[in-house]
C-alpha cells in the first residue's frame, strides 16, 4: 500500500539525511583504513565517542552550534551540508519518480557524494566506490530506470571509460606528465552504468566546463592548492606562476555534473539531446 505523499517525503527526507551521515563516516575512514562499523561515531579533534543523541542527522548540528560537545571543536560544515543536501534530494527523488528509479538516482548521488569529499582532502577517487558502482548502475538502469535501460548503460560504462582514459592518454603524450587520473575514468564508467551514454556525454561536456571555470577562479583569487591530507608533512611543491597548473580535484566537477544529470534527466534530455 502506497503510503500518502506527505508520509512518504518526510520518510525519504529523513533516510536521506541517515544515509547521508553514513556516507560522511565513510568518506572520513575508507581512506584512512578505518572500519566503517567500529569504533562508534566519535570527535574528529579529540577521537573521544560522541554521545548517541548528539548523532542526530541535522538536528544534531544545530542542537551543538556546530561543536563537539565533549572538547568544544568545531565540527566540519560540509557534514551539515551533506546531511541536509542529501535529505533534500532524496525527498526530491521520491516525488518525482517512481520508487525504483528514485532508489537507484539516490544510491547513485549518496557515491558521488563519497567520491567529491575523499578526492577534495585526498585528490584520489576510490575503486572501491566506483568499480562496485558500474555492475550496479548496469542492474539499476536495466531494471529500475527505464529512461536509460541496459543497452544504454553499457554504452555508458564503455563509453565513459574509454572517453576519459583515451583524453588522459593523449594528454600524457603530449605534456609528459598525467593529464586524468585513472579514478576520474572509473568514476566517469560507473555513471555510464546508472545514467547511460547521454549522462556521460552531460556529465564530460559540464563536468569540464565546471572544473575549468572553478580553477580559474581558484588561481586568479589567489589561492593555493593544499597537499592531500594523505601526506601533510610533505614538501611544498614549487608555485607555478600559471593558473593553468593549479591543481584542483577533477572528480567534485565531475560528480557535481552527474548529479544534476541524475536528478533532472527527464528535462535535460529534451533541452539538451532535443527529446
Request: aromatic fraction near 14%; proline fraction near 7%.
Amino acid at each position: 500500500m502506497a503510503l500518502p505523499s506527505g508520509v512518504g517525503g518526510a520518510l525519504a527526507f529523513i533516510i536521506g539525511s541517515v544515509v547521508a551521515s553514513f556516507a560522511t563516516a565513510v568518506a572520513y575512514r575508507m581512506p584512512r583504513e578505518i572500519s566503517i562499523v567500529s569504533p562508534r561515531s566519535y570527535c574528529e579533534s579529540c577521537e573521544r565517542a560522541i554521545p548517541f543523541w548528539t548523532n542526530v542527522p541535522i538536528l544534531g548540528y544545530i542542537g551543538l552550534r556546530g561543536r563537539c560537545i565533549l572538547c568544544g571543536a568545531r565540527i566540519p560544515f560540509r557534514h551539515f551540508l551533506t546531511e541536509l543536501g542529501l535529505a533534500i534530494i532524496a525527498l526530491y527523488l521520491y516525488l518525482n519518480f517512481p520508487i525504483g528509479d528514485a532508489i537507484a538516482r539516490f544510491v547513485l548521488c549518496v557515491a558521488l557524494f563519497v567520491v567529491s569529499l575523499i578526492d577534495y582532502d585526498w585528490r584520489l577517487i576510490p575503486n572501491l566506490v566506483t568499480f562496485p558502482g558500474m555492475p550496479v548502475g548496469f542492474l539499476f538502469a536495466a531494471f529500475l530506470m527505464p529512461e536509460v535501460g541496459w543497452k544504454s548503460s553499457l554504452i555508458g560504462i564503455f563509453l565513459g571509460g574509454g572517453v576519459l582514459f583515451l583524453t588522459g592518454y593523449v594528454y600524457e603524450l603530449l605534456r609528459g606528465r598525467e593529464g586524468v587520473g585513472m579514478g576520474d575514468v572509473w568514476l566517469l564508467g560507473m555513471v555510464g552504468g546508472f545514467l547511460g551514454w547521454q549522462g556521460v556525454v552531460f556529465t564530460i561536456f559540464f563536468g569540464s566546463l565546471m572544473g575549468a571555470i572553478g580553477g580559474i577562479i581558484f588561481a586568479l583569487s589567489g589561492g593555493k592548492s593544499p597537499p592531500p591530507v594523505a601526506d601533510p608533512s610533505a614538501d611544498q611543491v614549487e608555485e607555478d606562476a600559471s593558473i593553468m597548473q593549479t591543481t584542483v580535484p577533477f572528480g567534485p566537477f565531475l560528480a557535481l555534473a552527474a548529479g544534476v544529470f541524475a536528478l533532472f534527466q527527464p528535462q535535460l534530455l529534451g533541452w539538451y539531446f532535443g527529446r
